[in-house]
């Protein structure tokens, strides 16, 4: 099951944590929280489960957050699968070491003082800033008819909004609980986080950041790639006679289209790729990773038309050599166009990280 939000939280804020749930769940929001698990479950498996078919890492932090090693553990799994972490302030207190340096350049919330009384708007505030769709309250009609004793019942029901429910008592203790800091993660499950982690990569990898083009950007190279081959079939008035050996048939125009295509292609790929990566807010390794499977995949399509084409290909070269000719050659240029221009993002990325730690640094 997918779920919209994984709660983090220590025993003692479970209260806290539970109208959060409550609050979230009125709201047509997934939430998965530790009280999902069942009993007879292996809850290592399970808490990986649930982050890994969740959208966000929600952290309600507290003073003793700063003592948590499961705490650490779900923050390592929330890296590895690229999950949107929101640390929630519920106290007067600051993170301390491993926490200072993991959280310190994220955007906090803050619910102190009384955070009892705040959930609902934490709720709301959340929705907002994980953009997710929220189900609203439907009104109910009354049956009834409203008005005084011995007056006509009103011709149309009137509107009226059902009461929220009071959150359900806190369950008794469960005998499959356990105790946070007590179990560590053993080998074969850190392995299971790593190879779930790859998984939900590779699987984000083709709707999200490989090939990230907008529709109009595929029109814009079609149609200049077609006024070029087009161009090139047009006279030019005192150009030199064309070279007889040159014979320009649909199969050569339909190389040069293609070719051109890809080319345009490729250039607003190197140039608009690490700006949506940046306002994506990639992480450098994620992007460039990402970065070089498009350029990559580009540059050698790229290739393989020009090394096919018969008026760029030598013709005294072999079909392979040629290929693998221009394959390295297009490889090689674009690569090293890709370096510069992803140095750049990466600058720019740095230069953000620090403002954004400066700044929350500064609010801590």
């Known amino acids: 099951m997918a779920y919209d939000i994984f709660i983090s939280y220590r025993r003692t804020d479970q209260s806290l944590a539970r109208a959060l749930v409550f ?8 939430v998965w929280w530790d009280q999902k698990i069942e009993g007879g479950e292996d809850w290592r498996d399970t808490i990986v489960e649930g982050l890994t078919n969740s959208k966000a890492l929600v952290i309600l932090f507290s003073e003793s957050c700063n003592q948590s090693k499961q705490l650490k553990k779900e923050l390592a799994v929330a890296d590895t699968l690229d999950k949107v972490v929101v640390p929630v302030l519920i106290e007067d207190t600051k993170p301390k070491g491993h926490y200072l340096y993991e959280l310190a350049a994220l955007n906090w919330l803050q619910t102190f003082p009384d955070a009892e009384r705040k959930m609902d708007g934490l709720a709301d505030r959340l929705i907002d800033e994980l953009e997710l769709d929220a189900t609203p309250v439907a009104p109910v009609f009354s049956a009834e008819p409203v008005g005084e004793p011995g007056s006509a019942a009103p011709s149309e029901p009137t509107p009226s909004r059902r009461p929220a429910p009071k959150a359900p008592p806190p369950p008794p203790p469960s005998r499959y609980s356990y105790d946070e800091d007590e179990m560590p993660l053993e080998a074969d499950t850190v392995r299971k986080i790593v190879q779930q982690g790859k998984t939900a990569k590779i699987a984000e990898l083709w709707y999200k950041d490989f090939l990230p083009f907008k529709w109009y950007e595929g029109l814009i190279a079609a149609a200049f790639s077609a006024l070029a081959v087009w161009g090139t079939t047009m006279p030019v008035e005192g150009a030199p006679p064309p070279d007889p050996g040159m014979e320009v048939t649909p199969f050569t125009l339909t190389l040069d289209g293609i070719g051109m295509f890809f080319l345009l292609l490729l250039v607003i790929a190197m140039v608009v790729f690490p700006v949506r990566y940046y306002f994506r807010r990639r992480r450098v390794g994620r992007a460039a990773r990402y970065y070089a499977y498009s350029v990559g995949t580009l540059a050698v399509i790229l290739g393989v038309v020009f090394g096919v084409h018969p008026h760029v290909a030598d013709q005294e070269l072999g ?23 992803f140095g750049i993002y990466g600058l720019l990325h740095f230069n953000r990280t620090m403002r954004s730690f400066d700044r929350n640094l500064e609010a801590i």
Not at 319 to 341: C, H, K, M, R
């Open 319 to 341: 079909l392979g050599e040629n290929l693998f000719y221009a394959l390295l050659g297009s490889i090689f240029v674009f690569g090293f166009i890709s370096l510069v221009t």
């Open 23 to 30: 609050s979230l769940e009125a709201r047509g929001i997934a």
